[in-house]
């Protein structure tokens, strides 16, 4: 995935979210097949499904999206390398969701990364939270919420 936060605007912030969300169902649906654990392999296929309608839910929030964000800066760009930082170091930053899921050998390993990924998530989820809207806040909230669900899922599935 090819990370791209410059001017903040609407469709930016919509792309980003919708990017991220695809590679939570991306690695949700390859580690299905690489899990034997019958109710692990359930659980990763809801939380799949759960990614994809997240996905719905951002398209949904940027239409009505379209003023440019400015923040409130101690510096110049002091913003954005923040969220290039948390972008950068997001467990599936620069498209390497295949390579995550190939190396992912154990449900405990597949369990690690599904935790990180949710994890990274709500971190920029609550950034992207504080730039938008009244109504851009209750669908992002939401979401937050959501994610907040999928770590006790995981936690509660697996070996943590």
Do not use: C
């Amino acid at each position: 995935m090819a990370w791209s936060v410059i001017n903040f605007s609407g469709e930016e912030i919509v792309k980003l979210a919708v990017a991220v969300e695809q590679q939570g169902q991306k690695f949700y649906e390859i580690a299905v097949d690489k899990v034997g654990d019958p109710e692990i392999k359930e659980m990763f296929t809801a939380l799949a499904s759960e990614e994809k309608q997240h996905i719905i839910d951002f398209e949904a929030l940027g239409i009505g999206l379209g003023q440019e964000f400015v923040p409130n800066e101690s510096y110049v760009n002091e913003y954005s390398n923040y969220m290039h930082a948390l972008i950068d170091n997001h467990v599936f930053n620069h498209d390497n969701v295949d390579k995550l899921a190939a190396g992912v050998t154990t449900v405990r390993e597949a369990l690690a990364v599904a935790m990180q990924f949710e994890k990274d998530s709500i971190l920029i989820f609550q950034e992207l939270y504080n730039v938008v809207d009244a109504s851009g806040k209750d669908i992002i909230g939401k979401i937050i919420d959501q994610e907040k669900q999928h770590i006790r899922k995981i936690a509660t599935g697996g070996l943590f």
